[in-house]
């Protein structure tokens, strides 16, 4: 690893966090299209995406791409639509507060998953990161919390887990190999998950023109973005702190919301924003000056 490369990794993952952060503001928009229809054109529309950059980066690969796919390639591509399905779900049974605190628990579920399943050790600046960060968020939720609902906790800790499989995974098959294709696969997983769910089929299909171009928008500016860069970046970045950068969405999500729609948010939200962005932009500079000394000072 390279400290290029690393850096270059650590801008993909935080600008992945910033498209990520956009989810709560766009559905903010939603008029009246269940969540299970949202999910639904919003994971089509994700696969399109990724689909569509795959095409656009190297058209002669393309079919080689899906057609090498391997058994253990759509562990990740269900990995990420459970994800993208949880995710969702907590926020429509639980308070945002919620979710976000389960949430900013990621990182730390995926650095003791790395250290256990492929030995990635966790430095000592990283658990301080994470500690930092988790801090953050709550002081960020420490104004309203409400832990009466079971259901939308028990989504977010199944995304919290999804997620953190999902990164180390692609750290465990990444470098060697890209892992575009199945992420690309994903959003039509998370679309056949939620048919089953979607009844009347034909009356939940038929929403507004208005709620499916926020559909649109989900996923391909919010996952579809997001998680082009994320995939990108997990190539050199270790797993603990891929969710830990990641948190960059947690930190911003609060202030499109007061810049798109004049909702000024609490000043414990801003506080622990700020707290948050110190730990992921102290984290991004480590990163990059080890790697840059590993260069300079080679064993």
Same mark, same amino acid.
């Given at each position: 690893m390279?400290?290029?490369?690393?850096?270059?990794?650590?801008?993909?993952?935080?600008?992945?966090?910033?498209?990520?952060s956009?989810?709560?503001?766009? $559905?903010?928009?939603?008029?009246?299209?269940?969540?299970?229809?949202?999910?639904?054109?919003?994971?089509? $529309?994700?696969?399109? #995406?990724?689909?569509?950059?795959?095409?656009?980066?190297?058209?002669?690969?393309?079919?080689?791409?899906?057609? #090498?796919?391997?058994?253990?390639?759509?562990?990740?591509?269900?990995?990420?639509?459970v994800?993208?399905?949880c995710?969702?779900?907590?926020?429509?049974?639980?308070s945002?507060?919620?979710t976000?605190?389960?949430?900013?628990?990621? &990182?730390?579920?995926?650095?003791i998953?790395?250290?256990? $399943?492929?030995g990635?050790?966790?430095?000592?600046?990283?658990?301080?990161?994470m500690?930092?960060?988790?801090?953050?968020v709550?002081v960020m939720?420490?104004?309203?919390?409400?832990?009466?609902?079971?259901?939308?906790i028990?989504?977010?800790?199944?995304?919290?887990?999804?997620?953190?499989?999902?990164?180390?995974?692609?750290?465990?098959?990444?470098?060697?190999?890209?892992?575009m294709a199945?992420?690309?696969?994903?959003?039509?997983?998370?679309?056949?998950?939620?048919?089953?769910?979607?009844?009347?089929l034909?009356? #939940?299909?038929?929403?507004?023109?208005?709620?499916?171009?926020?559909?649109?928008?989900?996923?391909?500016?919010?996952v579809g973005?997001?998680?082009?860069?994320? #995939?990108?970046?997990?190539?050199?970045?270790?797993?603990?702190?891929? &969710?830990?950068?990641?948190?960059?969405?947690?930190?911003l999500?609060?202030?499109?919301?007061?810049?798109?729609v004049?909702?000024? &948010?609490?000043s414990?939200?801003?506080?622990?924003?700020?707290?948050?962005?110190?730990a992921?932009?102290?984290?991004?500079y480590?990163?990059v000056?080890?790697?840059?000394? $590993?260069i300079?000072?080679?064993?």
């Amino acid at each position: 690893m390279n400290a290029q490369t690393y850096s270059r990794g650590v801008l993909y993952i935080i600008l992945g966090g910033v498209f990520l952060s956009s989810g709560g503001l766009l $559905v903010r928009f939603v008029d009246q299209a269940s969540p299970w229809a949202i999910l639904f054109y919003r994971s089509l $529309v994700f696969t399109a #995406t990724v689909m569509l950059f795959l095409f656009v980066r190297d058209r002669q690969s393309f079919k080689k791409q899906f057609l #090498t796919i391997k058994p253990i390639d759509l562990l990740v591509s269900l990995l990420l639509a459970v994800g993208f399905i949880c995710y969702l779900l907590s926020l429509f049974n639980t308070s945002v507060a919620n979710t976000v605190l389960v949430l900013s628990t990621g &990182p730390v579920a995926a650095g003791i998953l790395a250290y256990f $399943v492929l030995g990635e050790a966790v430095k000592a600046l990283t658990w301080a990161a994470m500690v930092l960060a988790f801090a953050g968020v709550c002081v960020m939720v420490s104004g309203g919390i409400n832990a009466s609902d079971i259901v939308g906790i028990s989504f977010a800790i199944a995304a919290v887990l999804s997620f953190a499989f999902f990164v180390v995974l692609l750290r465990h098959l990444g470098p060697q190999r890209d892992m575009m294709a199945p992420t690309a696969l994903a959003g039509l997983v998370a679309a056949a998950m939620c048919i089953p769910m979607m009844w009347p089929l034909v009356e #939940t299909l038929a929403i507004s023109a208005r709620d499916l171009l926020i559909a649109v928008c989900l996923g391909s500016v919010q996952v579809g973005c997001g998680f082009i860069l994320i #995939t990108l970046g997990s190539k050199s970045v270790p797993a603990a702190q891929i &969710p830990l950068l990641g948190l960059s969405e947690t930190a911003l999500s609060p202030l499109w919301v007061w810049l798109a729609v004049n909702e000024v &948010p609490a000043s414990n939200t801003l506080i622990g924003g700020v707290i948050v962005l110190i730990a992921v932009v102290m984290q991004g500079y480590a990163g990059v000056r080890s790697a840059g000394e $590993v260069i300079s000072h080679p064993d």
